[in-house]
């Protein structure tokens, strides 16, 4: 599903260059203790992420993605001994017997063939054996397993947190912790909604005195958000597909805040694909005015017309990624470029464990 793409626009108009030093490669010592750009106006602000309650009216509705990551890259060896390093991609339903069943990516020397089988999680005490079934997935570019027993009680008891490429140390109990949004509830991501990890306990007690609700969506981050775009042609290029769900309550409070005047506050990029892609899929002229779950593979780039989100918090994202036309689409190309050349002067965290910023749709 790709967005309606200004045909102007080409891959190196989302490039920057950023000094290695600003990728974070470690959390804030507080959550919301993070910087935060307010990008709204002509001109940029430079807070602290804190200070959000102050930016926002009572009546506006904050929609988060409740999505938990998965402990889901997991270390093991193939029959012949050969080491393998897995990547769930995703759990998929079980089929009301013991097996379960994953879809993984497979990095080894060799890959393993249909009929064997894996030994996963032997860097821990207690690892398990994974039959491969074969190819799976929507390009057939996945590993298709089956182990005995609960897929999610493994991970949780031999995976490592699937900490981003550009994060160069291995994870440590800090990560399980801090990679986890503190509302995550519904397992199924291997990668953080950045985003949230911002709020706290203490945060989210004075959105809810100031009268700001909150609402939530669930979209399970998939490994191929840190896929490169590799041609300059954006509409040739083919987005992941990620498993996403709006329920009654959250379309309810939609309509609710916006009957009352409110304002839509979409926390990350996540919650805004899965927002967008269900007024998408649900064929609204308007906003959003049923539930809708499913695949999505929207691809948002200039010239998209947004029906749900009015305003977004989002971190820094990477150059030349879908996720930086698509904050270009929603606030303006020439908008973003400014701020972002704005961050790196006044020495921004970027990425995953950095900073933040708020957006205004235009």
Request: proline residues 7%; charged residues 20%; hydrophobic residues 40%.
């Amino acid at each position: 599903m790709t967005s309606a793409l200004t045909p102007s626009f080409t891959l190196n108009d989302f490039d920057f260059e950023l000094p290695p030093e600003l990728i974070a490669q470690h959390p804030a010592t507080e959550r919301s203790g993070s910087r935060l750009l307010d990008g709204r106006g002509n001109q940029p602000h430079d807070l602290v992420f804190r200070s959000l309650p102050d930016l926002l009216q009572p009546g506006d509705l904050l929609v988060f993605n409740d999505t938990r990551v998965l402990k889901a890259r997991l270390h093991g060896e193939k029959q012949t001994g050969g080491s393998v390093e897995a990547l769930i991609e995703r759990v998929l339903p079980r089929q009301g017997n013991d097996a379960g069943e994953m879809l993984a990516h497979i990095r080894a020397s060799k890959s393993p063939k249909p009929g064997s089988t894996v030994r996963l999680g032997t860097d821990g005490p207690e690892p398990f054996e994974a039959l491969v079934l074969g190819r799976g997935g929507p390009d057939g570019s996945l590993f298709h397993l089956q182990v005995a027993g609960d897929p999610f009680a493994l991970l949780e008891r031999c995976g490592h947190v699937p900490l981003p490429p550009y994060i160069s140390h291995d994870d440590a109990p800090e990560d399980a912790e801090r990679y986890q949004t503190v509302f995550a509830r519904t397992p199924g991501a291997v990668a953080a909604p950045t985003a949230a990890l911002h709020f706290d306990e203490a945060l989210l007690a004075r959105l809810a005195e100031r009268g700001i609700g909150t609402a939530r969506v669930t979209l399970h981050v998939g490994a191929g958000t840190f896929q490169p775009v590799r041609t300059e042609n954006l509409a040739e290029h083919k987005m992941h597909s990620e498993w996403f769900e709006v329920g009654q309550e959250t379309v309810d409070a939609i309509r609710a805040t916006r009957a009352a005047g409110g304002r839509i506050v979409s926390v990350g990029t996540t919650t805004l694909r899965a927002l967008e892609s269900a007024a998408v899929q649900t064929a609204s002229r308007e906003g959003l005015d049923r539930p809708c779950s499913g695949e999505t593979d929207i691809f948002i780039t200039p010239g998209f017309r947004f029906k749900v989100v009015d305003t977004l918090v989002t971190n820094f994202h990477l150059p030349k990624s879908t996720l930086m036309m698509l904050v270009s689409a929603f606030t303006g190309h020439a908008h973003v470029m400014g701020l972002y050349r704005h961050a790196i002067e006044a020495r921004y965290r970027f990425f995953s464990y950095g900073d933040a910023m708020l957006l205004q749709r235009r």
